[in-house]
């Protein structure tokens, strides 16, 4: 064992007596309303420690907290995203449906508003992919008594002509197309001329003379000489006029959607067909002819 050499153990005595009194003088002397000195002194020692302590289980503690929150707020949004994709899944057939009930319910009050003239309700299944043809099928064929030729319509207008008939479909050929078109006439002016596709969205109307009058703007609709559709069908709106020669160039946009074709009537039979035009129709030719002046009128 290395014995202490005396001058060291004297130092080692003293500083342990002094430190003996000054706990003793902590212990008894009072630090204000704090209590006594020695315990100012723990708590101040200690207070570091403690926060340090608190801090870092704090960090930890909300950490965790919030692994788990993310957690169950992660699996709520993927719930909720799937019920939103759903809900919108359910509005977008709703809408289908409705506006589906909608072009029927159009079909249903046209076909009872003209119960003299023979027509039929058909439902497009099919449409013409290249863009060389313009056709549709639908859901009517002999068994129906649909024939070729007939003329195939919507309440808003000429659509198109029956090219062929099988059992339970048919193919209409729509004025868009290249080798489509129907017997046409000016409203205004009564000024007839055979429309035709281009093969683009809109149609043109041939062999209108170039001294004739033509304005954009006007209404066309069949003369009822082509022997498919009846007489005052709307075909569409003048929306550009060039001159030519011998011919005016005449592009027409047609009265009826037939890049949205779902439901159609086809026209079993030439009988008249009423439109909300044809009274703009009858004023028209009424106003073609020569004016009566008043003091003639009986």
């Known amino acids: 064992m290395v014995a202490i050499p005396s001058r060291h153990r004297s130092l080692a ?21 704090r209590g006594r000195l020695i315990r100012v002194w723990a708590v101040s020692a200690a207070s570091p420690f403690e926060r340090s302590g608190a801090w870092g289980f ?20 993927e719930a909720l995203r799937v019920e939103n994709d759903a809900l919108k899944l ?7 449906r409705a506006a589906e009930a909608d072009r029927l319910a159009a079909i249903l009050n046209f076909r009872q508003a003209h119960t003299a003239a023979p027509m039929l309700g058909a439902r497009v299944i099919a449409v013409s992919a290249g863009t060389a043809s313009r056709t549709i099928e639908i859901d009517r064929g002999e068994r129906d008594g649909v024939t070729k030729n007939m003329g195939v319509i919507t309440p808003d207008g000429a659509v198109g002509k029956v090219i062929a008939v099988y059992r ?10 290249k080798e489509g078109g129907a017997g046409a006439m000016l409203v205004n002016t009564r000024t007839q001329g055979p429309v035709g596709g281009t093969g683009d969205p809109t149609i043109v109307m041939k062999y209108v003379a170039t001294e004739e009058e033509v304005q954009v703007g006007e ?26 020669n011998p011919f005016k160039q005449i592009r027409v946009q047609p009265a009826a959607r037939l890049d949205r ?29 020569s004016a009566v002046p008043a003091a003639e009128k009986p």
């Open 13 to 33: 005595l003293l500083s342990g007596v002094l430190l003996a009194q000054v706990m003793l003088l902590a212990v008894q002397i009072k630090k204000d309303s």
């Open 168 to 177: 339970d479909t048919s193919q209409v050929l729509l004025l868009t197309d």
């Open 90 to 96: 359910t509005i977008s057939q709703l809408q289908s």
């Open 219 to 244: 209404k066309i609709v069949t003369s009822g000489m082509d022997k498919i559709f009846p007489r005052d069908i709307p075909v569409g709106t003048v929306v550009e006029v060039k001159p030519g």
């Open 261 to 289: 074709l779902e439901t159609v009537i086809v026209l079993l039979s030439q009988a008249p067909v009423d439109f909300p035009s044809n009274a703009e129709t009858q004023t028209g030719a009424q106003n073609s002819g």
């Open 58 to 77: 704090g960090k930890v503690r909300g950490v965790w907290n919030h692994y788990f929150a993310l957690q169950t707020t992660s699996r709520e949004n």
